[in-house]
């Protein structure tokens, strides 16, 4: 997948939540310019309900691509209709989200964060973002964003940034933003002389190339975990977007993102962008 397809998707349910969740999606999509598709899942009855609360069946509403376009015009003005498809698949949402990453050819995935009753859990999204062959945007529906003019990207110098300074330059363009390159120093070591310091400038230095604003933000706090430190930093600047690399952490079980990721993606309400390690962006366009 080393073309660029310019489609998002978006994952939501025809519901009220789903409603503030296009209107934040409208945002994006005026300014990137990308076709989005919606989709939804009709998620099957487990069968020991089917078995024990055969009453319960009739309340399930099997939602259609048609049903859902007649949802979605109550929010989307008819003008930008044209730039949405709807999509409607059935089973187990988590394993059909992550097949549709890796199939569906989309340039990132847009989901809800808020942990409402409809919403992916923490433990899904973990999963998610850590299993997803796209970036995942994380949203917070009760937390809309209406402009984005900074984006903090938090620099670990043990993981690649190659791929997250893509997406922060693309952001960073479309939307005339700031970015902040931020770093916590747990090591009691002069902040200049660090390897942090030394990656940070330059990655400015490449930002200034392409033409974005930015600025190195090393914060020395030595024993202390690093993401309650850029955590207070993010509540401090109080930025529009975070884009993250995704720290990968083996366990007995599986392998899912890092505490410093999860922590971020789930204590952040704007918008926290997940750039992982499977699909290779395509430099030219950026």
Known sequence: MYYRSNNIMVYLSPNEDGKIILQQVLFFRKTLGMRVFICHINEKLPFFKKLFYPDKRPLIIEWTPEKLREF???VIPANELEHFSFRIKKGKRIPLLIRQSKNGGYEFMVVDKSNSATSLKPKELDKLISHSFCPIMAINKNFPVKEIK???IP???TQSTKKKLLWATFFAKKYGAKIIIVSALTLNIDIQKS????N???LKTMLSQR???SEVQILNAPGRKKQEVILNFIRKKNPDMVII???QESNLMNTRIGIFVSELVHNCNIPVFTVNSYIPANQDYF
Do not use: F, N, Q
């Open 211 to 213: 033409g974005v604003e």
């Open 150 to 152: 900074t984006i903090i």
């Open 155 to 157: 620099v670990d110098v």
């Open 72 to 74: 979605a015009k109550s």
């Open 245 to 247: 690399r995704t720290h």
């Open 195 to 198: 390897l942090v310091w030394k």
């Open 200 to 202: 940070s400038e330059k």
